[in-house]
T-cell receptor
Framework: KAGVTQTPRYLIKTRGQQVTLSCSPI?????VSWYQQTPGQGLQFLFE???????NKGNFPGRFSGRQFSNSRSEMNVSTLELGDSALYLC???????????????????FGEGSWLTVV | GQSLEQPSEVTAVEGAIVQINCTYQ??????LSWYQQHDGGAPTFLSY????GLEETGRFSSFLSRSDSYGYLLLQELQMKDSASYFC???????????FGDGTTLTVKP
């Protein structure tokens, strides 16, 4: 089955602009999460959506927002872009991810190829 | 808060065995995962431990000790293609919300 699909793959924006990134999870996956990865850094959790509801949120300013649609597709938006927002934005999906799951299948998150955002 | 520590770099030769350690401090714990990421690529899932002990998947094994808040990834019979960054991640709630370490860059030399 198709993997996690993210669009666009590459984009360049100017400071002050806003950007919307899109993510289509693996078919049947209801949990979609977003991470920011900067060069040489680990992955910083942005937020997670499940059944159109934001279930968890990381420590990012309010300029970062997201949403999930009824088909589980998700978008994230960054407003008033800053130079420091330049990063790889990764979307990940998982089967369910509820805290009751102990097995590998319920705990594996699958990443998309990411969207490379450059702010100039 | 949550934090994970892993070495920043490891170098080994082809055919060797390498162990990448990860210690963690989290408010909740549901499991430790390992991911591999090649330059320019997406992180890909390698293994997951929810209980103490060793999990083996081919050349890769992962170990967890919850009492020590410690785990490791063991890579055997190293190949050049194993050169990549390896991240440990702790699931401290829903699976989609994981805290990642800063990654270990593994360089495999001939």
């Amino acid at each position: 089955k198709a993997g996690v699909t993210q669009t666009p793959r590459y984009l360049i924006k100017t400071r002050g602009q806003q950007v919307t990134l899109s993510c289509s999870p693996i078919s049947g996956h209801r949990s979609v999460s977003w991470y920011q990865q900067t060069p040489g850094q680990g992955l910083q959790f942005l937020f997670e959506y499940f059944s159109e509801t934001q279930r968890n949120k990381g420590n990012f300013p309010g300029r970062f927002s997201g949403r999930q649609f009824s088909n589980s597709r998700s978008e994230m938006n960054v407003s008033t872009l800053e130079l420091g927002d330049s990063a790889l934005y990764l979307c990940a999906s998982s089967l369910d991810g509820g805290t009751g799951h102990k097995g590998v299948s319920g705990n594996t998150i699958y990443f998309g190829e990411g969207s490379w955002l450059t702010v100039v | 808060g949550q934090s994970l520590e892993q070495p920043s770099e490891v170098t080994a030769v082809e055919g060797a065995i390498v162990q990448i350690n990860c210690t963690y401090q989290t408010s909740g714990f549901y499991g430790l995962s390992w991911y591999q990421q090649h330059d320019g690529g997406a992180p890909t899932f390698l293994s997951y431990n929810a209980l103490d002990g060793l999990e083996e998947t081919g050349r890769f094994s992962s170990f967890l000790s919850r009492s020590d808040s410690y785990g490791y990834l063991l890579l055997q019979e190293l190949q050049m293609k194993d050169s990549a960054s390896y991240f440990c991640a702790v699931r401290d709630g829903n699976a989609g919300k994981s805290t990642f370490g800063d990654g270990t860059t593994l360089t495999v030399k001939p």
